[in-house]
């Protein structure tokens, strides 16, 4: 058993010696070839580039919860998160539109519904009741003259004003959130 492994280590050094002669022989060769030998180098320059542009991505949150309650004898509010990223510096306006029932709003501009009865509420930047939130471009927007380059995240504030008092029912409403960017945005 030992003779055939000594054998075998036999074989496998001769292979590489001669495997490593033929290389350094191949190496010489080359290296005395004319082609290699006192030749010129050509070079060339390539140009890289990469152009970026204006760009807004914005993520919503699924809903905006009031909670569940009987007479409405104060306030109710709410709040939500929405992230949106903006390529670095790029100016933003985010609107939010009066949702699905706002012609059936009272004293607001928007409603939630169910079957033929309505609640009111309003949506705010900055905290509930302070800064309207609407979708006028520049004049009741959230704006922004030069987005971080990361995820911001902006609060919507929600407030379901006082004194409503309306059959039961699982109310409910949809806005739409829209984000004009860059010559868009407000100024």
């Known amino acids: 058993m030992g003779a055939s492994w000594s054998a ?3 074989v496998n050094v001769m292979k590489s010696t001669n495997i490593a002669a ?9 290296a005395a070839s004319p082609a290699f030998a006192g030749s010129t180098v050509a070079t060339q320059t390539i140009g890289v580039g990469l152009t970026i542009e204006d760009q807004c991505t914005i993520t919503a949150p699924a809903s905006l919860s009031f909670g569940t309650h009987g007479i409405i004898l104060s306030d109710v509010n709410a709040q939500a998160d929405m992230t949106i990223e903006c390529t670095k510096e790029t100016p933003y306006s985010i609107a939010l539109d009066a949702g699905l029932n706002s012609a059936s709003a009272s004293g607001t501009t928007r409603a ?7 609640i009111n509420y309003d949506l705010y930047s900055g905290s509930a009741g ?19 380059g ?3 995240v902006i609060t919507i504030y929600g407030q379901v004003p006082s004194h409503q008092n309306q059959p039961v029912g699982t109310y409910s409403d949809t806005v739409t959130a ?8 407000a100024p």
Request: proline letters at 0%.
């Open 8 to 10: 075998a280590i036999g």
């Open 130 to 148: 302070g800064t309207f939130w609407g979708h006028t471009v520049g004049t009741d927007t959230v704006n922004s003259s030069s987005a971080a």
């Open 150 to 152: 990361a995820d911001e």
């Open 112 to 118: 939630m519904k169910s079957g033929s009865n309505y």
């Open 178 to 185: 829209t984000i004009w960017y860059a010559a868009d945005a």
């Open 22 to 30: 033929a290389l350094l022989a191949g190496t010489a060769v080359l």
